[in-house]
Nanobody, 116 residues
Framework: QFRLVESGGGSVQAGGSLTLSCTIN????????VGWSRETPGKKRELVAK???????DYADSAKGRFTIVRDNAKNTLLLQMNSLKPEDTAVYYC??????????WGQGTQVTVSS
């Protein structure tokens, strides 16, 4: 029903930048919210950033000032621009959508590795 395909992960040195992309097979502006979370072994999946239907952005404290979430309605694509990356940003990053019925759907994840 919903298909989310992430790309753009990889390996980068500390201080570098990456842009993650998530393409969705539905009208992205129709969801209650779209966003990115990340997960590392032994830790709970945590929110990185999201955009609500009304266009409000919400960032984790760790992402503020370094990451920017962008919703491209024309391409049904969600971007996460990550700058000044740190080793502690190493994780699998997942995009998600929240439907109007309250369900959350996830992409398959993309690995980001930041070396010191």
């Amino acid at each position: 029903q919903f298909r989310l395909v992430e790309s753009g992960g990889g390996s980068v040195q500390a201080g570098g930048s990456l842009t993650l992309s998530c393409t969705i097979n539905q009208k992205i502006y129709a969801f209650n919210a779209v966003g990115w979370s990340r997960e590392t072994p032994g830790k709970k999946r945590e929110l990185v950033a999201k955009i609500t239907k009304s266009g409000m952005n919400d960032y984790a404290d760790s992402a503020k000032g370094r990451f920017t979430i962008v919703r491209d309605n024309a391409k049904n694509t969600l971007l996460l621009q990550m700058n000044s990356l740190k080793p502690e940003d190493t994780a699998v990053y997942y995009c998600f959508v929240d439907t109007t019925s309250g369900a959350r759907y996830w992409g398959q994840g993309t690995q980001v590795t930041v070396s010191s």
